[in-house]
């Protein structure tokens, strides 16, 4: 009985076979080499956009929370806020719940601002000194709003950078002034740098004492008070989010006489954080099957392109089964060409892929990245594919009749 080919001599042979159809080979591996770069791009952006998600969340403070009015089915449904959050509702929260540091109530609106000839859609946002430490702002020029400012509701106005070059192409925007409504406002500070958080654009907002929006701009609602487009609740410290956010709920309950659904929701950065992890995370999953398809087509080329290599060398399998070759040594030796052609396809596509990524990374403001587990999971499931789909080519070829393969000569 003919000894079993040492493993050496059946790869040598295998590559030796690859390398005699270069071409072919390369095409071969072009579904796999598409399929891997598929997966790590996608994989990375995705996750790329799940790191710029937190990273805008953590901006805003581990420790912040919102009370927005309108209940977790309106804001579901898209379904207009209801006006119950007042800001006698902020004036309570900061007196009487024991959790809470700081509470910067907000109202916004947007508005046309001009200046000189200039003008532009900002958002005005009525707020107190409070939103500064609150929100981890930081003034650039000048100075932000004070509780002067708020007592004598003075006409004084802080801009985003963004608004400031838009408005003042020179840059010196503190001592000019802007209209709002056809009011003048004095410029006095420029927010540094914040960046977008959910697709808003903070650097081109306009922020004015919360007295002046209530009395030269959105009025006083004559059922409600003060409406309020949102509270920012700063606790104590990241540990007291939870039972700051149990107080808040209580507190509001009793204020608003609610029996069944709050007409108000309280969310923490670790609320915002699940949701975006859940739909981030579902996105990158969704993504990444979309390259595993890839992945999949590439395995189906290999398997049919070893098919047609069976057919043309029905000649040389006979003649080496003749010479004494066993079924092994060829079904082996088929496996090994599939798996060559998967996994070098593997690394080249994996190669693709992070080139793809880290020019994302660079050149968008997409955080891209990928994690070294993912490329050796994908590099690994590359060669699993290449032995899959090579294992029917493999068993044609062994099982063939070394007498009707040598008709054929």
Not at 26 to 38: E, K, R
Not at 196 to 215: H, K, R
């Amino acid at each position: 009985m003919a000894s079993k080919l040492p493993l050496a001599d059946t790869v040598g042979m295998a590559l030796t076979t690859l390398k005699a159809n270069r071409l072919r080979s390369l095409l071969t591996m072009l579904g796999i080499v598409i399929g891997n770069a598929s997966v790590i791009t996608l994989v990375g952006v995705g996750r790329g956009a799940q790191n710029l998600a937190e990273e805008q969340l953590s901006s805003l403070g581990a420790n912040v929370l919102f009370v927005v009015p309108g209940s977790n089915d309106t804001r579901r449904q898209g379904v207009a806020f209801p006006r119950t959050l007042v800001l006698d509702d902020a004036n309570a929260i900061a007196a009487q719940v024991p959790s809470v540091k700081r509470v910067a109530p907000q109202i916004s609106a947007n508005e046309v601002v001009q200046a000189g000839a200039r003008s532009t859609s900002a958002s005005i946002s009525g707020v107190t000194a409070a939103f500064l430490p609150v929100r981890s702002f930081e003034v650039a020029r000048g100075r932000f709003i004070s509780s002067e400012d708020e007592q004598s509701a003075k006409t004084v106005v802080v801009i985003g950078p963004d608004l400031r070059d838009k408005l003042f192409p020179s840059g010196a925007a503190v001592g000019e002034s802007i209209r709002i409504r056809d009011q003048s406002f004095s410029v006095i500070g420029v927010m540094e740098p914040k960046g977008a958080v959910f697709g808003s654009n903070q650097d081109e907002n306009a922020y004015i004492p919360l007295t002046t929006m209530v009395s030269r701009l959105t009025g006083r609602d004559p059922t409600y008070g003060v409406s309020l487009s949102f509270i920012s609740v700063e606790a104590k410290d990241e540990q007291s989010t939870g039972p700051a956010k149990f107080q808040i709920t209580n507190l509001l309950r009793q204020r608003h006489r609610i029996l069944r659904k709050d007409d108000f929701a309280v969310r923490s950065q670790k609320d915002a954080l699940t949701i975006v992890g859940t739909i981030t995370g579902g996105l990158t999953l969704m993504l990444g099957a979309i390259g595993g398809v890839s992945l999949l087509v590439g395995g189906i080329g290999i398997m049919n392109i070893m098919l047609v290599s069976v057919s043309e060398r029905t000649e040389e399998i006979g003649l080496r089964k003749a010479l004494g070759a066993r079924s092994s040594d060829v079904l082996r030796q088929f496996l090994i060409e599939s798996l060559v052609l998967a996994s070098l396809g593997g690394v080249i596509g994996t190669a693709v892929g992070l080139g793809t990524v880290t020019a994302v990374a660079f050149f968008s403001p997409l955080p891209a990245a990928i994690g070294a587990s993912t490329i050796f999971v994908t590099v690994g499931l590359s060669g699993s594919i290449g032995l899959f789909f090579g294992v029917v080519p493999a068993k044609r070829a062994a099982m063939l009749d070394p007498i009707v393969a040598l008709r054929s000569l």
